[in-house]
């Protein structure tokens, strides 16, 4: 088990490759990644899960934009909430969310249905797969 004080020093697996990736991504859009290294530069991140294909553009919180979305500032509040329990608190089941912008939701159900958002949280323990297109 781990203590609810020291949640930020885990890593979540999935949301660190997610995250990578996304990062691998920017650092070669920079020119930080020689092109030759890589076939296919023109893409984007699409996560699989049980019920949905979501697309769209992962927020690593890394701008200095002076004003936050909602979702932005209530995740940087829970984190600096999780600071503040008392240490004898736990936790298991570590997941992480990883904050989406410009999303393009697919149902698998019905893929022809195409839903827009401007933002969204997904868990990282809902994601069965993803891939760069």
């Known amino acids: 088990m781990l203590k609810l004080q020291h949640i930020h020093k885990s890593m979540d697996y999935k949301k660190a490759l997610i995250t990578h990736l996304v990062d691998q991504k920017q650092q070669l859009d920079e020119g930080l990644?020689?092109?030759?290294?890589i076939v296919?530069?023109?893409?984007?991140?699409?996560?699989?899960?049980?019920t949905a294909l979501i697309?769209?553009?992962v927020n690593l919180f890394d701008g200095?934009?002076?004003?936050?979305t909602f979702l932005e500032y209530g995740l940087d509040r829970f984190g600096e909430e999780l600071l503040?329990?008392?240490?004898?608190?736990?936790a298991?089941?570590?997941t992480a969310p990883i904050h989406i912008k410009n999303v393009r939701f697919r149902s698998l159900a019905a893929?022809?249905?195409?839903?827009?958002m401007h933002e969204m949280i997904v868990f990282s323990d809902q994601v069965v797969g993803l891939t760069i297109v």
């Open 40 to 50: 296919l530069k023109q893409c984007s991140l699409q996560i699989l899960t049980q």
């Open 84 to 90: 503040e329990l008392p240490p004898e608190m736990w």
């Open 111 to 116: 893929p022809e249905s195409i839903m827009e």
């Open 64 to 68: 200095d934009e002076e004003m936050q």
């Open 33 to 37: 990644i020689p092109e030759e290294s």
């Open 55 to 57: 697309e769209g553009e």
């Open 92 to 94: 298991a089941n570590v």
